[in-house]
């Protein structure tokens, strides 16, 4: 913690006068009709420096060189898809607010089209990760600016694993699998998220269908494509998975369950973000230091897969002055400004530029070094289907997860798989 | 003088208008009646609405009837969430309501601290939902759990029960947490009742030779009928429309094992975007709870004799 203040405040230096370099020309340019303020607003995160960051240093400088004051409204933990949904609907509230997952293409007709600044910020920062597009571009049009990828590895104590002869983590599902037997006899269970959390269940369960060659729909983003031997395979192993390596009580697991879980030493290894190494380091250093976090396993297809799950940047279209919002936006994003804002969290939100691939904060913690690397096979729920309502509501239907869970709970594979064969039929009815 | 006295002639024109009974009446009515408009008419209407339409969030709705209704019906989660919503109501209710009774019973009779024992009661009651179903997260979880330490401790079992993760363990143990929450609601709206039946009618059922179980029977439970009828009306409709302690504990699972209505159709309007069929599913509670409503007060209702 005390690295990351000391590191942000010899940083602030070079940022605040970059920040009027660059501020001074656009605020010139437009200071006739310059709103007097602007909010952003964001889910507050769970590292407390990187709010502060925005408060304290970027904020105070964008005022200092253009006048125009921005207001950094932070919204609790798991709420923020609320306060879009209502912001976009009642079109009053903040100007500019943090996106997740696909609300690009939900909040579509309520997001100003920035596509001319996505080309000039990916222009300034080596140009963007092909997975951007993803996650931000409806029907051709850039709807947001990715800002990071959050993403979801495998965490998992190194000493355990060591003690049961496995030295490095394994590169394949069966190899986990394998693992996982011997250490749930030596006392040392798994514990992967099967419930109804919003993230940590996803961001395996997504990726083990991929590499197991199935998905849910075809690339069409129509047919239904669940009823596969594919996703039988991948089936049947998330059952032995589940009854000989994890704790019963994963199946009712919501996102907090196995952080509280791994930390409080009951598990050996679990998917999820980086905030499990982060809280470690921090309050439990002894665990901190025999931590890992590996790339997901590969799957018999060869090839192994991550959840995508991006934060982004969207301007409503009920903004008075879009352009001032854009104007923001494109300075935010100037690695001038940025680059301090990523740095103190590390590397928790893996920017979607080029230009930071080989950053100094990723080698901060080369722990860390595998969220970068996971980027290139990260996807959206859903994939290789394009992003569409079935599918959102399919996600919050938990179609594919309850498929799983029922699966590890004892139904026959054959049942669960016609299960969510029908209820994807009837969403993706309409598509 | 005078001018007071003409001041005064158009005010008391004003008051005998208002004073008239039809106009009065219409004085007193019209505040409630906007205000019941405004904040529960008009959204109810709007809900109505929105169930008809095909309404994406931040897009323009289009009216298919009752196409989301339909949909609802063909979804096999649907009427899952439709069972757990009767289930854990049916016995979250009628644990709420013996246990209330007791509770209320007890706290009846004298003894010492009455007061302050009464006033501790209500502390689930009053303690924010959300706050003390942290508490309960904590609880029901395996590792951490007192019940499973117990169990672990004294050797009967190892590893222990998995309350939220076992399908029937976690609607168990969200009805435990419900009634845990609800008792005091009951215990102190029946213990008011208690309080009101008058100490003549037990002397008398006593000379009469009536024992303690007929007089709680024919003197103790008619008379607190009415009031057992209105507090069980609430408690139905809380429970069934419950959403926090489900949406702290379980969100729903495990594979939908405690989605109530209120939770699957927050699910589906606000994380899937889809306000029209959220809106439908929430509706479809209104019919099956008017129903019970108006089956208790049939049952129930005192009669006036």
């Not at chain 1, 509230?93 to 100003?112: I, R, S, T």
């Not at chain 1, 419930?195 to 729909?217: C, K, Q, T």
């Amino acid at each position: 913690m005390a690295n990351i203040i000391q590191a942000a405040s010899r940083r602030d230096i070079l940022k605040i006068s970059a920040a009027t370099a660059v501020g001074g020309i656009l605020g010139a340019a437009r200071a006739n009709a310059s709103p007097k303020q602007m909010t952003m607003m964001h889910e507050s995160s769970f590292i407390p420096a990187y709010d502060a960051y925005f408060k304290n240093t970027i904020a105070p400088a964008y005022e200092k060189a253009t006048g125009i004051k921005i207001v950094y409204e932070t919204v609790s933990v798991g709420s923020i898809q609320t306060r879009d949904t209502t912001v976009a609907e009642t079109g009053t509230g903040p100007e500019m607010a943090q996106m997740a997952f696909n609300w690009p293409f939900l909040f579509d007709e309520k997001l100003v089209d920035v596509t001319d600044i996505a080309k000039t910020i990916g222009e300034k920062g080596g140009g963007w990760h092909a997975n951007s597009a993803e996650a931000v571009v409806v029907n051709g049009k850039w709807k947001a600016i990715p800002f990071g990828n959050i993403g979801q590895l495998m965490n998992y104590r190194t000493d355990w694993f060591d003690e049961v002869g496995v030295k490095t983590f394994p590169e394949t599902w069966a190899e986990l699998l394998e693992a996982g037997i011997k250490l749930k006899k030596a006392g040392h269970p798994f514990g992967f998220e099967l419930g109804h959390g919003f993230g940590d269940n996803h961001g395996w369960l997504y990726p083990l269908l991929w590499s197991f060659g199935a998905m849910e729909v075809a690339k069409d983003g129509k047919t239904v494509a669940i009823d596969s031997s594919e996703t039988a395979k991948a089936i049947d192993f998330c059952r032995e998975f589940f009854q000989k390596t994890m704790l019963e009580d994963c199946l009712g697991w919501t996102d907090v369950s196995n952080n509280k879980a791994f930390l409080s030493e009951q598990i050996s290894c679990t998917n999820n973000a980086e905030s499990i190494l982060y809280i470690a380091k921090r309050d439990f250093p002894e665990i901190g230091k025999a931590t890992g976090q590996a790339q997901n396993p590969k799957g018999p297809t060869g090839e192994r897969y991550h959840m995508l799950n991006p934060w982004t940047h969207g301007i409503f279209t009920h903004t008075p002055d879009v352009q001032a919002a854009k104007d923001f936006l494109v300075w935010l994003m100037d690695p001038k400004q940025v680059t301090g804002w990523y740095d103190v969290a590390v590397s928790y939100y893996g920017p979607f530029l080029h230009m930071f691939d080989d950053a100094p904060f990723w080698h901060t913690e080369p722990r860390n070094l595998p969220y970068r690397d996971s980027m290139a096979n990260s996807h959206l729920p859903g994939w290789p289907a394009p992003i569409s309502r079935p599918q959102s509501e399919s996600v919050a239907k938990y179609v594919v997860v309850d498929m799983f869970a029922k699966a590890c709970a004892g139904k026959s594979t054959k049942d669960v798989i016609a299960d969510a064969n029908a209820q994807l039929k009837q969403i993706f009815k309409s598509a | 003088m005078s001018a007071t006295f003409v001041e005064q002639r158009p005010t008391s024109r004003l008051r005998r208008w208002t004073e008239r009974e039809g106009v009065f009446s219409w004085l007193m009515i019209g505040p409630p009646t906007l205000f019941l408009i405004l904040l529960v008419g008009y959204p109810f209407a709007y809900g109505i609405w929105l169930s008809l339409e095909d309404r994406p969030v931040a897009h323009a709705g289009k009216f298919v009837g009752l196409a989301n209704f339909v949909a609802d019906f063909h979804d096999p989660v649907f009427w899952q969430v439709a069972i757990n919503t009767f289930v854990y109501t049916f016995f979250a209710t009628i644990l709420k309501m013996v246990g209330g009774l007791a509770l209320a019973l007890t706290m009846n009779q004298d003894f010492r601290f009455k007061n302050a024992i009464r006033a501790l009661m209500l502390l689930p009651f009053i303690v924010p939902t959300v706050l003390s179903t942290i508490a309960w997260m904590w609880m029901l979880d395996p590792g951490f759990s007192i019940v499973n330490w117990f169990l672990k401790y004294t050797g009967i079992a190892d590893p222990g029960p998995s309350w939220l993760g076992n399908p029937t363990l976690a609607m168990m143990s969200l009805i435990i947490v419900n009634v845990w929450r609800g008792l005091p609601f009951y215990a102190i709206t029946l213990l008011a009742g208690l309080q009101t039946i008058s100490p003549d009618l037990y002397e008398a059922a006593t000379i009469d030779g009536a024992g303690s179980w007929a007089r709680f029977r024919f003197v103790t439970l008619p008379l607190l009928k009415p009031v057992i009828f209105i507090v069980t009306m609430f408690s139905v409709i809380f429970t069934f429309a419950d959403f926090q302690l489900v949406y702290v504990l379980t969100r729903g699972g495990p594979a939908n094992a405690t989605h109530l209505f209120a939770t699957y159709a927050f699910d589906i309007a606000m994380s899937g975007g889809q306000l029209g069929m959220g809106a439908s599913v929430a509706l479809a509670m209104l019919p099956p709870l008017a129903l019970i409503i108006i089956a208790m007060s049939v049952y129930m209702k005192p009669h006036k004799s």
